[in-house]
């Protein structure tokens, strides 16, 4: 018996020896660190520098967030950030942690980032003897035949330790007996196995029973015992045991076979007739109670099925002890091993687990920019374990595989824009390399941060504004508003008036603005007549990193209001009152002119058309005021009785919604008619000298406009009718014949263009709503053929003002106005040819609308 223990003890060195030999080797080649530490030691217990052994500044560990990635369990180890030590985060139990591994190994993995580094640490646990051997059972109780002869072999419950190698059971030991030895086999990593043998034959009738106490040792510096007590009961007469027909009994079990499937079926055979030949099969005593719900016995035939799941990651092979017995009074029995090797089958999905680096990563991360790590781990053997991951192709990140099987990095392969898209589903693949293959998806949300790349946009460019003038100084005139496709700060807009000195920002001094909301106020109250458009620019700035900013330009047309009362321009005083004295013959006719009263006023469109009225008059019957013109005409021939001196009050009033008003007194006297033949022909010298005057005017303004007609035709015949001249903000005036002075003012806002006009309305205009009837749309110009299939060319504005004043100096010599000085005759004869040669070129070239 020493020398077998002698063997098994070389054995066992032979073993470490090699194991030792194959763990450095593996070490050698392995690019991880490794450490080894003991169960049970306290939290905070060091391991190891891992920051000195891997030759990291240590300065740099926390900057780079150096650390322990893990699943969703609590790590058993924990580093410090500081010093890079490795120390145990909460107390191991070998045991636990590794349940049916001989080496105990604890594969971490750490990681820097900025730049990414990806290290792995082997941490092996080794054991301690904190367990004493036990039994399963306290007793034993054997039944042995008289008649077994020395050598006969009884199998006893091995005693189980939870501690592994040199700490697990190493020897038993028997009590003293004469007829009994132990004999112990070495069943490799299932332990050692006791066995009860018959020594000396044994006689019922000197000792009918024998008490034996076996203790199981385990290899501890201070050993640990379990003790079983045997109570052998000794019968009498049956002296043959059965036999198996195989001396090793194996099969290869496929994992999830369905339930009731045999695995295998064992023979054997007994020599005996009878009961004591009849055999039955078992379980071995030593057959735990896992292995009893995993697999069935026919009793009968031998027979093992399956009776519960196999799997076989959860182990790939089993040892099960079949005992066969015969009936006899002292049935014998024998055991027999059958070894079970479970085949994998790819029953198990890829396992995805994934490490973000960060909760969002910048919109202006470059590509190649790191934003996880993917860990895909699958509990299959060979092919059915190889797993490959992938990605949808529709998204700017891409997997890059790791040195380390089964390791990817996310990174990003395009620019990110968060203004497109604030955020991404990751979804990610794994798939095996089984038959048939197997997959899992996971889907991780990735965000993308705002930085500031984008500048304020205005709702409008240009802003266009109307304002009334006499408006209050210090309230709100109008606003902007412009928005940022930023987010947060970088989105927060402040306004401000650009003041930078020019003339086109000059008015912008009698403007504030509300940095936070764009409103404007005036501080200051606009007057039409002084000021009628002007044009200032905004700037809208983000509050962002860098800040970033745009402007608009913002125009503002003051509108009219009816502050201005009439002026009388004609009659006039010297001393400046509006009073004159007017003498006229005795003898003129009804519907003689008198005079004509002028007024002017400094509003436009209803606000300045003048309105004349009789206020105050000697003789309704003598004297008659045109409403419109303000022409003074007599309405019958004068009498004898009528007085010499008349006196009449105009008043003059403009169409305003509150209308402002002035007086002006006309005398009128009636004299003899040789006192009015005498001015007559003072007049009358004036009128000729005025009449040569004209006729040379006409003359030359005749060369003129042929010369301005020839060059004309050339140019249409060249070049096709080009744009429209814009007169935008012009301010004209002209005298309307009505006497009271005409004003138009032009601009433009958007594709309209408006005018501002006086009582005298240009056909084809259209008052435009709320705008005191002051404002008319003008139609807009051709360029080339319209709708109505004309052309319409530019008007040559000094063509333009002569045909204005030739027409209406030939229809007035038609109608003969007294207003409108008398020709003489070669004089009406060059209107008369001018009128006949260029009316063609006027209707063509004059304004619209005369």
Known sequence: MEQRGCGAWRERRQWVVFMVALVLFWSGTSAQIRYSTSEELKEGTVVGNVAKDLGINLSTLKDRRFRIVSGSTE??????????????????????????SSVCLINLKTVLENPLEIHYVAVEVLDVNDHSPSFPDKEKRLEISESALPGARFQLQAARDPDRGPFSVQQYKLSHSDHFRLEVKDRGEDGKMPFLVLHKPLDREAVR??????????????????????????????????????????????????????????????????LNGDIIYSFGNDVNSRLRKLFNLDTVTGEITVKGQIDFEEKDSYLIDIQASDQGPVPLTMDKSVKIKIVDFNDNAPEIEVTLFSKAIPEDSKPGTTVALISVNDLDSDLNGKVTCSVLEDIPFKLMPSLQDNMYSVITKSPLDREKQSEYELTIFATDAGQPSMSSVKTVRVVVSDVNDNSPEFSLSP????????????????????????????????????????????????????????N?????????????TFQFQVIATDSGTPLLSSNVTVKVFIL?????????????????????????????????????????????????????????VTDHSLFALDRYTGQIRTLRSFTETDEAEHKLVILVKDNGNVSLSATATVIIKVVEPKEAFA???????????????????????????????LISIVVLI????????????????????????????????????YMLVGPRMSIG?????????????????????????????????????FCHRHLMAARAQEKSQPDTPRLGPASRGIWRASWKAFNPICLLWGPRGV
């Open 75 to 100: 790590p058993l180890f924990q580093v410090n950030q500081n010093d890079g030590i490795l120390y145990v985060n909460r107390k191991i139990d070998r045991e636990e942690v590794c349940e049916r």
């Open 209 to 274: 029973s024998h008490k034996l106490l076996l203790t199981a040792i385990d290899g501890g510096k201070s050993p640990r015992s379990g003790t079983l007590e045997i109570s052998v009961d000794v019968l009498d007469v049956n002296d043959n045991t059965p036999v198996f027909t195989k001396e090793e009994y194996t099969v290869r079990l496929t994992e999830n076979a369905p339930l009731g499937t045999m695995v295998i079926r064992v023979n054997a055979t007994d020599l005996d007739s009878g």
């Open 463 to 518: 802003y266009t504004f109307y304002v009334t003038e006499n408006n209050d100084p210090g309230a709100s005139v109008f606003s902007v508003s412009a928005s940022d496709r930023d987010i947060n700060e970088n989105a927060f807009i402040s306004y401000h008036i650009l003041r930078d000195g020019g003339d086109e920002n000059k008015w912008a001094s009698f403007l504030n603005m509300n940095s936070e909301n764009g």
């Open 520 to 532: 404007i106020l005036a501080l200051k109250s606009f007057d039409f007549e002084t000021l009628k």
């Open 560 to 616: 009219d209001q009816n502050d201005n009362a009439p002026m009388i321009l004609y009659p006039v005083s010297a001393n400046g009152s509006a009073e004159g004295v007017e003498e006229i013959p005795r003898n003129v006719n009804a519907g003689h002119l008198v005079t004509k009263v002028r007024g002017y006023d400094a509003d436009i469109g209803y606000n300045g058309w003048l309105l004349f009225s009789l206020q105050e």
């Open 679 to 709: 001015a007559s022909d003072v007049k009358g010298e004036v009128k000729d000298e005025e009449e040569n005057s004209v006729t040379f005017y006409l003359i030359i303004t005749l060369g003129s406009v042929s010369t301005l007609f």
């Open 718 to 753: 060249v070049m096709q009718c080009s744009k429209p001249t814009d007169y935008s903000s012009k301010y004209l005036q002209d005298t309307n014949n009505d006497g009271t002075l005409c004003h138009s003012i032009q601009y433009r806002s958007g594709d309209k263009r």
């Open 765 to 801: 205009s259209t008052i435009v709503p709320g705008s005191n009837g002051n404002t008319l749309v003008l139609p807009e110009h051709r360029r080339a053929s319209g709708e109505d299939g004309t052309v319409t060319c530019p008007p040559f504005w000094s063509l333009s003002t």
